[in-house]
């Protein structure tokens, strides 16, 4: 889980397939879904902070905000971040807390690191 | 736009999308895909901002997001479903890849189909363009059902299904149900379809399925059956065997259709083909069916079958007086009383004798209509002749009763000819025949019998045959001529009238009255002859008149029906005018029998005659055995003494007490009092002591040619010649009468 540069943090095959939904940029495409990917984040952090503040983690809100970023992250071509998603999902729906805040504590990084790779292709 | 090079056209030029998706991210992705490829796409960012969305236009597909927060997907589409008119619209939930139980809660909750999200968006085009055409399709087919359903109730039909290796699998469609007279939701199983079937219906019925069954052959059969409510329907049941891989029988699928209306139909044009419309009994057609098929099997069983052909006796005398609406009436009442004195069946059975059993020709036995008050009985069986004389006993005695119709009583005789297979004809058209020749037998004996065929009286019938077709040349030929009997008034010696007899002139020989008459009233003959006689009469009164003063009157004998001719009188009418003569030149003559028969039908005519001046002889009188009481308000003039009474004048004391009361009877009623049949001058002595002057009989003269009659009176009564002249002349005054 160490530090990636912007370039492979983003499967480039991804963003091939979101630019050519906007061939021209026309439609502002990409600048709109990384906003919304911002807005979702904006959204979903301060949910799953709270979810942590708690005596025991609310894996429920766990398993919905891994589970939206999961797919979200995938779409913009954020695989690391989207499989590290995928696994928290997992425990949280199996219940397992074991390992599950250190996992959680990866994936903000992840996500900070697509931010920025985000804001490179703009 | 086609921008896939899809094949469109089958679809919506740009389908509609609702996407639902919390992920905005993911919302944005896949309406910006779904766009570029053609759809037109609405987001919803929840299941609840979904479901309303649908309220305001209604998509062609829905994307559903399954994991949401609040209301997810599952519980979306559930409650999508329970919308109505969502029923069917085509849902895509999507689910991670990993996540098998979504997949089953995704079909649970009614969604069409479920996708795993990818970003490989031409996957999701394809998917969503399949689900558009396969609803499509369906949609269609749910149309197409709908019409079917629709036009399986109006032909009031459904369809069914029968597994033969599931219990209770068999089912019945809801316009299937309906034939049953069952509601969409009843359940109806075979034992319970089997239960409304009559049990003898049921028991055929179930033999020919176990039948089919193990031929693995076609069922078409009809079914009756009784409704739950009690009506009776007719269910037709087609089906055909369903095989399974292995080329095994798995079950039957067939259609009902409840063709009561047309079986109904069928039996009314079979009823009315086969059937005659007034006594419902077996009609010509199927007389002459049975027959043959009696004949056949006869034919085979090496046994005799007897034909009955039964004739009511002046049965047109009833249709006449009473009316034709009476005369059905009796129809009708007599086929019921034939009917009962054989083993009468209704059935018609077309084709389905064999195979019956040897004894199936008995089926066969029945009393038809053959038209008019003609009926027959088939007897497809008899030991002997003497089986079906029996039979025609119980017939003349079923017609003894006397049947009630028009408002009165009617005493109905018939006369009944047999004829035997093989002996008397080997085909219906002969047995017909010749049992006919029997009844024409019968006829001419006196009527009110039996009689069985034999070649005899064929040769007989076939004398009259010719007898009845000379006489109705007679008149055209002239070969028809009056003879006259003088009237004779014995006080006076003189001649006061004629009776017209007629003769019949056949070449050389001078048919007698009683060969020729009574041929005549059967055939209906009478009427033209008898309107010739008073012609006739009225010419020869003439020219007698003007021969030597004839003034007195004519005597013609008619039948009754004449009498209730409204015409009569006109025909006297113009009869007299065409002449010259007056009215009262003709006399009528009518038997008392006749007279007391039809009297209500007579009486309005004898009123009119008599008013005209055209005086009524009640000729037989004595003979009938009616109430003298009615003499008293009859318009008659003169009574005849009947010659049997006269005949045994002198010999019997019984015969001239019978003569002194007809003549008192007559004297109180102011009616002339003729004795007939006269022959010897004793019988004319007492009948002139007892007041009776007026006489006719062979004493006088017979009936003479009107020449010779003319000479008669020159040559014996002017010059006061003849013996019973000068006995008369001798006789003792007439004052006594009424008295012993």
Redesign the interface.
Known sequence: MTASSPAALLDPEAIRRLRELDPSGGNKLLERVVAAFGSSLERLLPDLARAREGETLDLTVVRHVSHTLKSSSASLGAMALSARCGEIETLAREGRSEGLLEQLDAMLQDIQQVRAALAALL | MLPTGQALDDLPSRPRVLLVD????????TG??LR?RGFEVTEAPSGSEALAQLSVRAPDVVVLDA?M?ELDGFETCSLLRATPGFESLPVLMLT?L?DEASINRAYQAGATDFFV?S???SLLDGRLRYLLRSSRTRHELERSKAKLARAQDLARMGSFEWKRDLAGSFTISAEGLRVFGRGPQDRLDFISVMRMVPSDDRHVFLRLLRDVIAHTSVLITDLPLTLPDGRQRVVHVEAEPEFNEQGGVSGYTGILQDVTDRRQAEDRIRQLAHFDALTGLPNRRQLIWRVERAIESARRGGHEVGLLLIDLDRFKVINDTLGHAAGDELLIEVGRRLRSCVRHSDQIMEGVLEGLGNRSHRGLEAVGRLGGDEFVALLPEVADERDAERVADRVLDALREPIFVGGQECFVTASVGIAIYPRDGQTMADLLRNSDVAMYAVKSQGRNASAIYSPQLAGHGKQKLELESALHKALERNEIVLHYQPKIDVRAARMVGAEALMRWQRGNVLVPPADFIPLAEETGLIVPLSEWALKEAARQAKLWSLQFGFSDSIAVNLPSRLFERTDLVEHIHQCVSAYGVPHRSIQLEITENNLMKDLQNVIPSLHRLNEVGVEISIDDFGTGYSSLAYLTTLPISEVKIDRTFVRDLGITPQSSAVVTAIIALARALGLRVIAEGVETLRQMEVLHRLGCSLMQGFLFSKALPPDELERWLALTVLPRKAPWITQADGGPEVTRGGQR
């Open positions: 919390d992920d905005e991210v993911n919302l944005l992705l910006a895909a570029e994991l927060p991670g990993d999200k970003p490989q968006w």
